[in-house]
């Protein structure tokens, strides 16, 4: 599975931005998907992840009640809405795809492949 982030850029706090995150092949529907971010001189940290269905989600608290994770099985594409972005926000945010049946998993070991990430950088 290759994945490919896009919808990063410039916003302003309080801003909202959208990412989406495109895979090739046609077993998108079997991972369960997940977002990841890293700040500078931090380490990758977990923000969301979404089951193979959809049905089930689970977000670091950080960004719980801002950001949205949802996918597009037919269009092999996840995304993750984000609004209220605050400055602490800003990373390099990740999508990565994970094999672990119907179930979600925040742990970053259990994911398979990455994309090569998207800047979002939330300042004024």
């Known amino acids: 599975v290759q994945l490919v982030e896009s919808g990063g850029g410039l916003v302003q706090p309080g801003g909202s931005l959208r990412l989406s995150c495109a895979a090739s092949?046609?077993?998108?529907?079997?991972?369960?998907m997940g977002w990841f971010r890293q700040a500078p001189g931090k380490e990758r940290e977990f923000v969301a992840t979404?089951?193979?269905?959809?049905?089930?989600?689970y977000y670091a608290d950080s960004v719980k009640g801002r950001f949205t994770i949802s996918r597009d099985n037919a269009k092999n594409t996840v995304y993750l809405q984000m609004s209220s972005l605050k400055p602490e926000d800003t990373a390099v945010y990740y999508c990565?795809?994970?094999?672990?049946?119907?179930?979600?998993?925040?742990?970053?070991?259990?994911?398979?492949?990455w994309g090569q990430g998207t800047q979002v950088t939330v300042s004024s």
């Open positions: 092949g046609r077993t998108f529907s079997s991972y369960c």
């Open positions: 979404i089951s193979r269905s959809g049905s089930s989600t």
């Open positions: 990565a795809a994970a094999s672990v049946g119907t179930a979600i998993t925040s742990h970053f070991s259990l994911y398979d492949y």
